[in-house]
């Protein structure tokens, strides 16, 4: 089976950040939450979890370690995607970075009886943040600054991502043949 995902960015609009993948339902939740860094352009810096309704609900699905806060109560290694995701219009969350607050809505779209072997984005939108720009809320200040040459910030939040002379921060680009390549490279 292959499971058609949803995932949204909540609290970021104009545009929406999103992106529709495909998955084997085979796969772990530590194999999800590889998929959604790839196709957000996350760099796995950070720890994560899956649950039901965000922060406080259950099962809390995350992995194992050696961090000294509450077991998980199913190991992101071991869950397989097909043993939670039993229905279409099924939403659960993803959370990642505690400290920024990434939270993501995940929209099971179609339970489809197709086998992939490996991830596929078929569609999405918008630019995902940097990572540590301080969440959402953060992120907007971020948009805010780069929108006005004069802010006193300017120059050193163009620094900060990495932006040429002339070049700027297209809340809008998206491009899923680049990240088809990297999920066909992260799960050969």
């Given amino acids: ?16 950040v999103w992106r529709r993948v495909l998955v084997p ?9 590889s998929v959604i860094q790839i196709s957000f352009g996350w760099e796995f810096a950070h720890l994560y979890q899956f649950s039901p309704k965000g922060y406080g609900s259950e099962p809390t699905i995350a992995p194992n370690s050696d961090i000294d806060w509450d077991e998980p109560d ?29 939270i993501h809505k995940i929209t099971v779209e179609k339970i489809l009886k197709e086998k992939i072997k490996s991830p596929k984005c078929i569609k999405g939108q918008g630019k995902c943040p940097p990572e540590d720009c301080g969440g959402p809320w953060g992120y907007l200040d971020m948009l805010e600054t780069l929108s006005n040459p004069k802010n006193e910030e300017y120059e050193e939040r163009r620094e900060w991502l990495g932006l040429s002379d002339d070049e700027p921060w297209d809340v809008n680009e998206f ?9 066909e490279e992260g799960f050969e």
């Fill in 175 to 183: 491009e899923m043949e680049d990240v088809n390549v990297m999920l």
């Fill in 25 to 33: 339902a085979d796969f772990t939740f530590e194999d999800l939450h």
């Fill in 74 to 102: 199913l190991n992101a290694e071991k869950t397989k995607l097909k043993k939670i995701f039993t229905t279409e219009k099924q939403t659960y969350t993803y959370i990642y970075d505690f400290g920024d607050d990434w």
């Fill in 1 to 16: 089976m292959t499971i058609q995902l949803k995932i949204q960015l909540n609290n970021i609009s104009n545009p929406a």
